[in-house]
């Protein structure tokens, strides 16, 4: 092992930037999709996508280096094509499209987050409650098509994850699931499409409720899976055999954490599971970059959010009175941490 410092790493991170800008431009152009018939030369996308010679050539060879495009040829000639991974996530005709988070990254994340020093200095949020005094969900209710787009990428972000717990966690011992913060229904879909046993119901806010109920009026699982009006920082959730949230308790102070808990932990019969999906940041708080930035994100975003580890997790379920705590790793960052009545 060489002795000497090396900048690499450093300058790949603080230039990072570069690397996203071109991959959100990518999907804002909705590149991925205009790519998802056949390959096409660098001429035929300057013309389907209104891009200048100038700079086409060096924005799609930069997604070649990168891994998010194949290129087929060295000359005027070459033909780029999506690899697997952009053909299945970020053409926008395949049910697991994640454009619509990466699409909220570009339209708004990417001001929010420019502002960070000063959150770090302050510990307030840096999104519209700035300019508007409105906190975001409130914002984005109040705007059907931002709440959406919003919709769309909790959905884009959720897939994997959700897939995957349909996949990995036993549901034989139970028949049951309310999802609590559904969105789009798509946990609820998932879990129905997986276990034909069972039925559940995604519960929302009103203003939510029609986004759900459209998405599960387009799968064969409708006749299981409903929708259900609840605020559940007032009111009960309806009783299950299983309670889920879905990226909906990091986005809370410990109070309210804490309050959630015990709504699940109240909506639960005695050997019932609470499950919160969330990027479980490891116990050391070492390893998983991508939650402790997530954390970040809801500190520029919320007014009192954060992720947390699973050591938090168990420690505040048995504060409520849950006994068993497991954490299980799901897609990438994301785990399921379950807790059993």
């Known amino acids: 092992m060489s002795d000497i410092p090396n900048p690499g790493a450093i300058m ?9 800008k071109v991959l959100l431009s990518a999907v804002e152009l909705d590149l991925f999709t205009e790519l998802s018939d056949k390959p096409r030369t660098r001429a035929e996308v300057e013309s389907r996508l209104g891009l200048h010679p100038r ?3 060096d924005f799609l060879d930069a997604l070649v280096a990168l891994g998010f495009l194949e290129r087929e040829g060295d000359d005027e000639g070459a033909r780029y094509a999506n690899t697997r991974d952009t053909a299945s996530f970020l053409d926008r005709k395949q049910p697991a499209y994640v454009g619509g988070l990466l699409r909220m990254a570009n339209d708004r994340v990417w001001a929010v987050w420019a502002q960070l020093t000063e959150a770090l200095r302050t510990g307030l949020p840096q999104n519209e409650i700035k300019h508007t005094g409105r906190p ?14 919003f919709m769309q990428a909790m959905a884009g972000i959720s897939m994997g994850p959700s897939l995957a717990l349909a996949e990995k966690f036993d549901f034989n011992r139970y028949r049951t699931m309310i999802d609590a913060g559904g969105a789009t229904g798509l946990l609820s879909i998932c879990v129905a499409k997986r276990h034909p046993h069972m039925s559940a119901i995604s519960v929302d806010l009103p203003v939510v409720e029609p986004i759900a109920k459209r998405a599960i009026a387009a799968t064969d699982v409708r006749e299981r899976v409903t929708t259900a009006s609840v605020d559940f920082f007032s009111e009960p959730l309806p009783k299950a055999d299983v309670v889920t949230m879905g990226h909906i308790l990091h986005d809370w102070d410990l109070s309210q954490k804490m309050h959630l808990i015990r709504v699940a932990y109240n909506a639960l019969p005695s050997g019932g599971a609470f499950i919160a999906i969330d990027n479980i940041i490891d116990d050391a708080r070492r390893e998983n970059a991508f939650g402790l930035l997530m954390s970040l994100n809801m500190l520029m975003e919320t007014g009192g959010g954060f992720d947390y580890s699973g050591a938090d997790f168990a420690r505040w379920c048995r504060q409520v009175g849950f006994s068993s705590i497991e954490i299980l790793p799901l897609a990438g960052p994301t785990s399921a941490a379950i807790a059993i009545k």
Do not use: I, K, T
């Open 55 to 57: 700079a086409s050539r």
């Open 12 to 20: 790949q991170v603080g230039l990072g930037f570069w690397a996203s």
């Open 136 to 149: 975001l969900f409130e914002a984005l209710y109040a705007q059907p098509e931002a709440l959406e787009v």
